[in-house]
């Protein structure tokens, strides 16, 4: 069965530091997605993506985040200064079509210290 | 926006049925649902579209009210695998992202 791939599983990053996280979509999908979960919390929404241009983005999409697909089948999130609030486990997700289930990746714990 | 999910925990013997409801205060254009077990990621179970209906998956099934705006989730003789916490996600017409609720912890027992 196809699967969105995440990498690293976990990082560990100095406050004030970038990070990238990368996905690998399944193929045929349209639409993707990045969501945090902080640990014992709900799954929040942080930017959608379709069409190589981002559809819709939440108030913590600030200018610290930005989303990219460079080649076509990665699409990665950059935090550009990473602070104690941003540890939580990110989960990368995609959709063949809108009105489809999300396939959710294995997740990146991020750990900012 | 954040839909409004109950209960927040439900413990079960095997064998037993349980409902999570999900419920929005918006006009919804597709209600889903998910399950996470401990340190994975979420797993689509299905998902329900305007128009209001209802699906099965083996024993797990769906419904969707669109005039309440409301969603229910029933496990019917339920398994240990079942154990896990369920999400319901909403989706409103205008909006490409699925805002999820706080989660319904569930754990069976045997």
């Known amino acids: 069965e196809p699967e969105v791939t995440q990498t690293p599983s976990h990082q560990v990053t100095q406050m004030g530091q970038e990070v990238i996280l990368r996905c690998v979509p399944i193929?045929?999908?349209?639409?993707f997605y990045w969501y945090r979960q902080i640990l014992g919390q709900k799954v929040e929404f942080l930017v959608s993506f379709y069409n190589n241009e981002i559809s819709e983005k939440s108030e913590i999409f600030d200018d610290q985040f930005s989303v990219e697909r460079p080649d076509g089948s990665n699409f990665t999130l950059k935090i550009r200064s990473t602070k104690l609030e941003d540890s939580a486990m990110y989960f990368c997700?995609?959709?063949?079509?809108?009105?489809?289930?999300?396939?959710f990746g294995s997740g990146t714990r991020l750990t900012v210290v | 926006q954040q839909p409004v999910q109950s209960p927040q925990a439900v413990i079960l013997r095997e064998g037993e049925d349980a409902v999570i409801n999900c419920s929005s205060s918006?006009?919804?254009?597709?209600v889903h649902w998910y399950r996470q077990k401990h340190g994975e990621a979420p797993v689509f179970l299905m998902i329900?579209?305007?128009?209001?209906e209802q699906k099965g998956h083996e024993k797990i099934s769906a419904s969707f009210n669109e005039k309440k705006q409301q969603s229910s989730l029933y496990l019917t003789a339920s398994q240990l695998s079942y154990s896990g916490t369920y999400f319901c996600?909403?989706?409103?017409?205008?909006?490409?992202?699925?805002?999820f609720g706080s989660g319904t912890r569930l754990l069976v027992r045997p």
């Open positions: 996600g909403t989706e409103i017409s205008s909006s490409y992202k699925l805002i």
């Open positions: 193929s045929n999908h349209l639409y």
């Open positions: 997700a995609s959709s063949v079509i809108r009105e489809h289930g999300y396939t």
């Open positions: 918006k006009a919804l254009y597709s």
């Open positions: 329900l579209l305007k128009g209001g």
